[in-house]
């Protein structure tokens, strides 16, 4: 059995009285240990609130999901499976809670329940981990985008997870920011945590182990890079772009150059244009 | 602009009041304040004076900073000393001029008052000056545990305390930008009466509390997901622990307590 499994999963919102919204439609979807999967749509492809089922924020109206054989529905479990599954949201504002990024890395920790020793070394190990030793003492709102994601992630990595959950952590940051959350969650991955990413920029799913497309809460895709960057009438139905390179790959093959399928990165790029002649 | 701004009055320094234990703090002040309501002498008000020069001194903080922290109340001040002189009748008559009479008790009562509420003043916020809001809250929240038993929501307090300093620079940001963009658009919020201004506030707190109300389901979700359930089963990284400086502060205030109540 895989680490998380998404059975028949249909969500739906019921808001007063206005009509239901279904934003998730037979999802079906598993997770290994150790993987990186990509999830990507457009805004109103459900997404996020796919997110919410993986650590049973939000119950499946339809359909079971399971972590580590735990059912999300089981109360009793519920903190196990927080635990378990860590989770990093868009904004970074509206995540962080303490007034000192020590203390903020130590909420999560602080909540489990473990003795302030523990803690202290779990905040020391967190805050290296993401390059921010040096501003334990500051205060969350005088640091950058980027900086703020990264003690968000901190502070998850702190609960020691198996997995964590990433709901678009680089929509609301500059590109630098964007480039110091995609390297800590490479980091991550390297310390052999699964990781689901959600996002909408086709780019960042590149170096993942897996990415299923969504569409008006349905899978509509679901591969390698490779595979789902072959499918590029589905790409453009969901409303994606294809990252600049396979898209310069199938423009360049289009006009009669002879490319092989496997370019995913400008370096092999060049080297395959280098090969032509 | 309104990111630099500090919250409270809390000045960072190297002190020996400084590296107190909160709680510590906390209880010295109640007590000295309950003290000073006990003093029945000038004599008695003369050593609380002296006390609160000790802890200044101590504090490696300016006295000016102290004296500006009665400004506010001055207005009240001078209120309850004319009050008193004029219409606290007793002793001897000190002045009189058609319907005006200021007798001794008068003035003495009045005077009495004045100072009384002068060192309250200053000793309170001698207690903000040295201990940084994250500290106060977190003393707070472990001096009002044990009436947990009684229903108070101690650690919840503590936690909105914490929320409430956390975004009040954010939103601050948050209500800038909002009024950088109504300006954009031709809104004026400083000019006109009074009146006009606060009307003129109604599209910079509409925006606002809306966006308040997302950031705080944002924040919940949070929380919940990161295993927050309340302060039971939960645990501390900082634990506060008195050491022998906080109880030699302790009985250093508790002697000058019983010096001032007996003069």
Known sequence: ?277 | MLKNITLGQYILRDSLIHSLDPRMKIMITMLIVIGLFFIGSFWGFLVAAAYIFTIIAFSHLSWKVVIRGLKPVMFILIFTLVIHLFFTRGGVVLFELGFLRIESEGLFTGLFMAVRIMLLISLTSLLTLTTSPIQLTDGLEYLLNPFRRFGLPAHELAMMMTIALRFIPTLLEEAEKIMKAQQARGADFESGSIFRRAKSLVPLLVPLFLSAFRRADDLAMAMEARCYRGGEGRTRMKELHFLSRDWLALGFSASFIIIFIIL
């Open chain 1, 1 to 277: 059995m895989a680490f998380i499994e998404l059975k028949d999963v249909s969500y739906t919102y019921i808001e007063g009285d206005e009509p239901p919204v279904t934003a998730l439609k037979n999802i079906n979807l598993s997770v290994e240990k150790g993987e990186m999967i990509a999830i990507i749509g457009p805004n109103g492809s459900g997404k996020s609130t796919l997110a919410k089922l993986f650590n049973g924020l939000f119950q499946p109206t339809e359909g079971s999901v399971s972590v580590g054989g735990l059912n999300t529905s089981d109360q009793d479990k519920i903190w196990d499976i927080r635990q378990q599954v860590g989770m990093v949201f868009q904004n970074p504002d509206n995540q962080l809670i303490a007034t000192m990024v020590e203390e903020e890395v130590a909420f999560g920790p602080e909540n489990l329940g473990l003795p302030s020793a523990t803690i202290k070394a779990r905040v020391d190990e967190a805050l290296a981990l993401v390059g921010l030793e040096e501003f334990r003492q500051a205060a969350p709102h005088h640091l950058s985008g980027g900086q703020k994601q990264r003690v968000a992630i901190a502070g998850i990595f702190a609960m020691r997870p198996d997995c964590i959950v990433f709901d678009e952590p680089t929509a609301m940051l500059d590109p630098m920011g964007r480039k110091e959350v995609m390297a800590t969650i490479q980091k991550l991955r390297s310390e052999g945590k699964t990781i689901v990413y959600i996002t909408h920029f086709m780019e960042e799913v590149v170096d993942c182990d897996r990415v299923i497309i969504l569409k008006e809460g349905e899978k509509i895709l679901e591969g390698t890079p490779l595979e789902v960057f072959q499918a590029r009438e589905l790409i453009k139905d969901a409303d994606l772009e294809l990252p600049e390179v396979p898209y310069l790959v199938y423009r360049l093959r289009e006009a009669g150059l002879q490319l092989p399928d496997e370019i995913l990165t400008p370096e092999s790029l060049v080297e395959k244009l280098c090969l032509l002649n």
